[in-house]
């Protein structure tokens, strides 16, 4: 007989779990002030949307975060190790499509409960759940060449197939971030509510899911996937590989330097 298999047994710092019934929430805690992306969280990034399909006593996932922000991108102190050390962003390759691939393989459904900023990396997490449900005041975008990279980690593949091509180019080619009040009005997010009622709406749409039978949601979100996940395997070697070539260019070191330093960057086209 197979064990059951709880994801508390497994081993995570940059997350905490708490459930609800059925209901599993998947709580991003991290000592960092906006939750940045650090090593530590992607690794665990990588294995924990598949734990938490595998997660026996669970049948609907909430993704969330303690404190202001969602996940607002990555951790500075990690982009300038990854600048002088160079092998050590492609060590994550694998990694960073592996994030983008599980979300998009996991059968039950997976709610956002967009609590704050989410930026980069964190922007894509969200908008791969299935239904995203943001404070009013969150802010989301994809600022990936603020940083000198190329947005590969996923934003490039998803912004496009929820507002199309022409708005999710000029979002992510500027990087500009969106309230979520205007991320609702164009279509890339699902609810935007005041704060004090998001986890009222987000309980509303729980139990209209758990209302329906269980195989019939699951199975629908994960055909509804399948062009997805088709265009993840056609983009993400290329989208991964196009950031790591632009971890090497010196305007990249120059824009981490002046976000730190909260200066202009004095770019060079290099």
Known sequence: MTQPFRIEDQSY??????REGRVLSAIITSDHPVNGVDGPMHDELARVFTDLQRDSDSDIIVLTAKGRAFC????????????????SFRAIAWDAKRIVTSLLEMEKPIMCRLNGAAAGLGATIALLC???????????????????????????MIWPQLIGYARAKELLMTGDMLTAVEAK???????AVPGDQLD?????????????????????????????????????????????VSNYLGDRREAVAAMAQKR???LTGE
């Open 13 to 18: 710092s940059r997350f905490t779990f708490a």
């Open 72 to 87: 607002a991108g990555g951790d500075f102190a990690w982009f300038q190790q990854q600048i002088d050390d160079p092998a």
């Open 130 to 156: 299935d239904i995203i449900v943001a404070d009013e005041k969150a802010l989301i975008g994809d600022p990936h060449v603020k940083v000198g990279l190329v947005a590969g980690d996923g934003g490039a």
């Open 185 to 191: 009005a164009m279509g890339l997010i699902n609810h």
């Open 200 to 244: 009222a709406k987000l309980g509303e749409i729980i139990a209209k899911l758990q209302a329906n039978p269980k195989w019939a949601v699951r199975w629908t979100k994960t055909v509804t996937n399948i062009p997805l996940r088709a265009l993840a395997a056609q983009m993400m070697d290329a989208a991964i590989g196009w950031e790591s």
């Open 264 to 266: 202009a960057p004095k």
